[in-house]
């Protein structure tokens, strides 16, 4: 049999549908790796994006235990916490928090002031998802916290200031220092009422910086998590109220008694 004989013996048209087949799985394959890159690629120069940022992570339903605030606090210069009331996490740490300001560390602590229509409003929310216990007041645990650390801030290891404008997330500022390094790490809760705040998750960036970086210098040039934080905490800081509104609560309790 000759060349030609055996060309125009075969079977062309399964060599054909062959043929097409290997195209058409070819042509899936590549597609679907073609799709898996260029996500791949994606989620790459996303992430690569958010850390130029100074994000560090993102952690689900993230609450701190009290270890983790145990390392927090070691070798920790200053403690910039900006909460509605932070009853929960002055509570359930005062030990560690006692421990780190008696060496040294100090807390800059931003909360709500005291009986204030936002304060009411909010109450009311947790109350109708039944995530506040009946007769119990934000007012009150920011009263407690007050209490509960009246020694550090009348000795000048703790400093809390009363904020009375708009809802604000809930975030901690860790400075720490070791040797020549100092880092800055952040911890910001994206929460909204009236979902709790354990339940939510948390953005976390970290910076590190030397003596020739200016430790910890805000960098206002550029887009930074951190620094924004920073930002914000200092400018609410200067304009929050200093004390609690304590004539605010003796007109809440008149009006309570004439009602």
């Known amino acids: 049999m000759n060349i030609i004989e055996f060309i125009m013996n075969l079977d062309w048209k399964k060599i054909v549908e062959s043929v097409l087949s290997a195209l058409l799985a070819s042509g899936i394959i590549g597609g679907f790796g073609y799709l898996i890159t260029k996500k791949i690629t994606r989620d790459f120069r996303i992430a690569k994006e958010m850390k130029s940022y100074g ?27 900006l909460f509605i009331s932070g009853i929960g996490f002055f509570t359930e740490n005062k030990t560690v928090l006692e421990n780190a300001m008696d060496n040294g560390m100090k807390i800059r602590f931003l909360c709500s002031q005291t009986y204030t229509s936002f304060l ?49 997330l809930p975030f901690m500022l860790v400075y720490k220092k070791n040797k020549n390094v100092k880092t800055t790490k952040a911890f910001l809760r ?34 930074d998590f951190i620094s924004m934080m920073e930002k914000h905490f200092d400018c609410v800081w200067e304009v929050a109220d200093r004390e609690m509104d304590r004539k605010q609560e003796i007109k809440n309790t008149n009006f309570e008694v004439k009602s």
């Open 190 to 223: 994206v929460t909204l009422p009236p979902y709790n705040w354990k339940t939510n998750f948390v953005l976390i960036g970290e910076r590190k910086t030397t003596k020739k970086d200016g430790f910890f210098k805000t960098n206002n040039d550029e887009i």
């Open 55 to 81: 994000f560090k992570g993102v952690v689900a339903k993230k609450k701190h235990s009290t270890r983790e605030i145990k390392k927090l606090c070691k070798n920790t210069k200053r403690l910039d916490l």
């Open 120 to 168: 009411s409003d909010l109450e009311e929310f947790e109350n109708k998802e039944e995530l506040r216990k009946p007769d119990t007041s934000i007012s009150t645990e920011i009263e407690d916290v007050t209490e509960k650390y009246s020694k550090y801030i009348k000795n000048g290891q703790m400093e809390i200031r009363y904020y009375s404008t708009q809802y604000r």
